[in-house]
């Protein structure tokens, strides 16, 4: 049994290694495609935008590490079906459970590199790379809103209109509130600079003082300003929740609920990080009764266009339930785990009415 593991084990790394350079190469020809557009603007050169790509190709391999591991096996499965090999092993005495045993033994290797491309590579790529493109754009970052990135620290409204890859920022705007929820003061900067410690170089200080008696108008060349506010938190408004590592969330979660505000987005991401590594198993899982399908139920070709179809109806539902479970604000764990729990079921359907045959 052992041997036949080995085996197994070879040939669907081969295949989904295969697949996984088939999917990058797609995917970073169309990065490059929607790059070109930018390319000539400010610094931006071609150089730029092929290193850009190329940073963004950890993202790519963490999104699509389930859908290879299912194009992957499913081809091996298929294959050694069409050649009667699996035929073989089951007489030789591999049963179904024996089966699942190994392909779960064999994609705990995927789980592992989901997890470590997900929590190490990609994070650090993904910011990499979008500090590269601000700088060479010299373009703003994070602006959700036309008016640019808000953010509540304690009883204070940030209104910041451009972030820069060199924790930089420029045009801010600073509301004040009292305890008792009056506006105290709204203060204007062109620059600020981190300093480090919460601190920020602001420069160019307009402050209208809001007081019972009128308003006071202050003007300061330069101004040290304290802020549990830090380029970190401002930077990750840029980067895809996706490509952010799971204590990056967690962090940012927290900073959001500390200051009463949404932070469902960020929880469902957070949640997903956990239940994606093991989505790569579920999808070995759903590839498994292919190979208990002889030939009459389709050739070598249809059963793979069937696991990439699959392999889309995943992706997609996995984005459209966290865009639902935004929306909708259904608890995070559930928009998370709903798709893989699904695709587990059916892969158990199908294997029980093969077995029933």
Known sequence: MRTLRRYLAREIYLATAFVMVA????????????ELRDVGRSTYRLAQAFIFVGLSLPGHVYELFPIAALIGTLYVLARLAANSEFAVMRTAGLSPLQAGVALVRIGAVFVVLTVLVGE???PAAASMAQRLRLVALGAGAGQELRSGVWVRSGQSFINV????GDSTIAEILIYDFATDGRLASISQAEAGSYMGENRWRLTGVVETELMPEGARL?????????SVLTPDVLTVLAVDPQKMSGFDLFQYSRHLARNHQSSVRYDIALWQKLSYPVSALVMMALALPFGYLNVRHG???????????LGVLFYGMNTMFGYVGVLERWPAALSAWVP???????????MWRIERR
Request: charged share 15%; hydrophobic share 60%; no cysteine.
């Open 23 to 34: 999917f990058l190469a797609l995917f970073a020809f169309f990065d490059l495609v929607s």
């Open 120 to 122: 190490l590579l990609t």
């Open 161 to 164: 209109r451009t972030v820069h």
């Open 218 to 226: 202050t003007r300061e060349p330069e101004r040290v300003w304290h």
């Open 299 to 309: 050739g070598l070709g249809a059963k793979i266009f069937a696991g990439i179809m």
């Open 340 to 350: 893989s729990v699904l695709f587990f079921l059916t892969a158990v359907i199908m």
